[in-house]
């Protein structure tokens, strides 16, 4: 059965700096991979995602993220951090079956 | 357009009683998804709708909770007998036919059981 795993619960960076978030997964398959992000009283907003093609992709609020076969690995990133970043993140794996990991908190300082 | 869109956005209720929680999801969209997020914990899924296929109710955590979704649209999530440990937030969500496998997400039920 299909997993996603975020190994970081929480984290913390400064305003400006860089972010990587993390999701490993486990599929049968050649996965869908999606990045979720859940605003403070907000729903969950899709901010990314990855079907084939390019392993390197672009979403919205300049979040990107690489799919890594060889690492089962789908990390998000983002090359200066604002403060309207700090929120709950998700990474996701599936079609019809899609699984949600725990989630990163992120928290961004001043 | 509307989105997704879940009544009541809170429930408080005692031990032992029954509750029902709403999920409309955006028109035309063939596939509805319910979800359990507890405090620190990712999102758990509890059932899946796609058109008039049997739902997938392999999440459902136990017997005390049953969903529905009456004419391709509308759908009730009940628990009955709740128990403390249900106290959640519930999430739905819906998705639009044709494979993009996006899914728009409604604010949620906050659901504490007392």
């Known amino acids: 059965a299909q997993s996603v795993t975020q190994p970081d619960i929480h984290i913390t960076v400064s305003e400006g700096a860089s972010l990587e978030l993390r999701c490993n997964y486990s599929y049968g398959a050649t996965p869908y991979l999606f990045w979720y992000v859940q605003s403070p009283g907000q729903g969950l907003q899709l901010l990314l995602k990855y079907f084939s093609g390019d392993t390197l992709v672009q979403g919205i609020k300049g979040f990107e993220a690489e799919f890594k076969r060889s690492q089962s690995s789908f990390n998000l990133r983002k090359p200066s951090v604002h403060w309207s970043d700090a929120a709950e993140y998700f990474c996701?794996?599936?079609?019809?079956?899609?699984?949600f990991g725990a989630g990163t908190r992120l928290t961004v300082k001043p | 357009g509307a989105g997704v869109s879940q009544s009541p956005s809170n429930k408080v209720t005692e031990k032992g009683k029954d509750v029902e929680l709403r999920c409309d999801p955006i028109?035309?969209?063939?596939?509805l998804y319910w979800y359990r997020q507890s405090l620190g914990q990712g999102l758990e899924f509890l059932i899946y709708?796609?058109?008039?296929?049997?739902?997938?109710k392999s999440g459902l955590p136990s017997d005390r909770f049953s969903a529905e979704r009456t004419g391709g649209s509308v759908s009730t999530l009940t628990i009955q007998r709740t128990q403390q440990e249900d106290s959640a937030v519930y999430l739905c969500a819906s998705e639009e036919a044709g494979g993009s496998y996006e899914q728009y997400f409604g604010p949620g039920t906050r659901l504490t059981v007392t």
């Open positions: 709708f796609q058109g008039n296929s049997a739902p997938d």
């Open positions: 028109s035309g969209h063939t596939a």
């Open positions: 996701a794996v599936g079609g019809l079956d899609m699984r």
